[in-house]
């Protein structure tokens, strides 16, 4: 169980680090490998319920790996779209929440008679 502290613990503290370097550049620990491995595979199966279970067995949020993980140089939500996987793109893009643009001069309007 330590060992699995350990192991929970070293990954969300050094995800940042592994999403931001180079893959060549650093060597990455082989069980944060593997498990990185799992989601992308469980992305790429289009089941949610897999993709929801494999993120939680290493204690991440569906918002972190859709925001830092990259399946074979590319991202999360776009490596699921490229295997038809539509439930599990539209479940990561969900996590990240809705974002839409307003534009404010239009809201007001005011009408002007000559």
Do not use: W
């Not at 893009?93 to 404010?104: E, K, T, W």
């Amino acid at each position: 169980m330590r060992n699995l502290n350990v192991i929970k613990y070293t990954a969300i503290a050094l995800l940042p680090l592994f999403f931001a370097s180079n893959a060549s550049a650093a060597k990455m620990d082989p069980t944060l490998e593997r498990a990185l491995v799992k989601i992308c595979v469980a992305a790429a199966s289009d089941k949610p319920v897999k993709l929801k279970n494999a993120i939680s067995n290493y204690n991440l949020t569906e918002y972190q790996v859709a925001l830092n993980l990259m399946c074979n140089n590319v991202d999360v939500i776009s490596f699921a779209e490229q295997h038809d996987a539509t439930k599990t793109a539209s479940r990561l893009q969900n996590s990240i929440g809705q974002v839409s643009i307003i534009d404010v001069a239009s809201i007001a309007k005011v009408n002007v008679n000559f």
